[in-house]
């Protein structure tokens, strides 16, 4: 069973405008989500974080929201750039620190000129 | 500051056959975890290494094993390959006593069974 799930497989925006992505999870004792983009023939890469005990985290264009009550995050890209275009996966982190990372099957971001 | 380096990029093998790929960690990284990434799915968690000993797996057969080398590089090794082991393996490190909690990945190894 999916304990991290990004039910979009894809998403068009236009650019300049905002770019919502958003994951759902099942387990409660997660203490860390984290987003990570990634281009074709490349590694995922960090993107952004938050922590459970948050409800909200901003970085530059990206900010992520925490909705604990409904085991919910989402992802805001403002304004949208065409170089966002990527896939975007949810990660969730289990057992603490040393933690593995659980993954989203991802959602394919386009943002066209 | 060389990041996560892995070898090869890419792999063919056939089914039945054993193969063997490489993971450098991030310089002043020491914990190495790996990744399967089938086709339309997300990364799945398959071990974590540190201090050359497997401290975590995930829910992945014998098949699969690793090594931890004195200079924090490792090995994934897949036995008795099956078609459904294609997919692209991904390498990601860490510094066990950062307080940072995001690993950084490599480009992975793309693995084809025929």
């Known amino acids: 069973d999916q304990q991290v799930k990004q039910n979009s497989p894809s998403l068009s925006v236009q650019e300049g405008r905002i770019s919502i992505l958003n994951c759902d999870y099942t387990?409660?004792?997660?203490?860390?989500f984290l987003w990570y983009k990634k281009y074709p023939a490349e590694g995922p890469t960090f993107l952004i974080s938050?922590?459970?005990?948050?409800d909200k985290n901003e970085d530059g264009r990206f900010t992520v929201f925490l909705n604990k009550s409904a085991k919910h995050l989402s992802l805001h890209i403002v304004p949208s750039q065409p170089g966002d275009s990527a896939v975007y996966f949810c990660?969730?982190?289990?057992?603490?620190?040393?933690?593995?990372?659980?993954f989203g099957k991802g959602t394919k971001l386009s943002v066209k000129p | 500051d060389a990041g996560v380096t892995q070898s090869p990029t890419h792999l063919i093998k056939t089914r039945g056959q054993q193969v063997t790929l490489r993971c450098s960690p991030k310089?002043?990284?020491?914990?190495v975890s790996w990744y399967q990434q089938a086709l339309g799915q997300g990364p799945q968690f398959i071990f974590q290494?540190?201090?050359?000993?497997?401290?975590q797996r995930g829910n992945f057969p014998d098949r699969f094993s690793g090594h931890q080398f004195p200079n924090y590089s490792s090995e994934l090794n897949v036995n008795a390959l099956l078609l459904g082991d294609s997919a692209l393996y991904l390498c990601?490190?860490?510094?066990?006593?950062?307080?940072?909690?995001?690993?950084?990945f490599g480009p992975g190894t793309r693995l084809t069974v025929l």
């Open positions: 310089s002043g990284h020491d914990t």
């Open positions: 938050i922590s459970s005990i948050k």
């Open positions: 387990n409660s004792m997660f203490d860390y």
């Open positions: 290494y540190y201090e050359e000993e497997e401290r």
């Open positions: 990601a490190s860490r510094w066990r006593a950062s307080t940072a909690h995001e690993q950084f």
């Open positions: 990660a969730a982190r289990a057992g603490g620190s040393q933690g593995n990372l659980i």
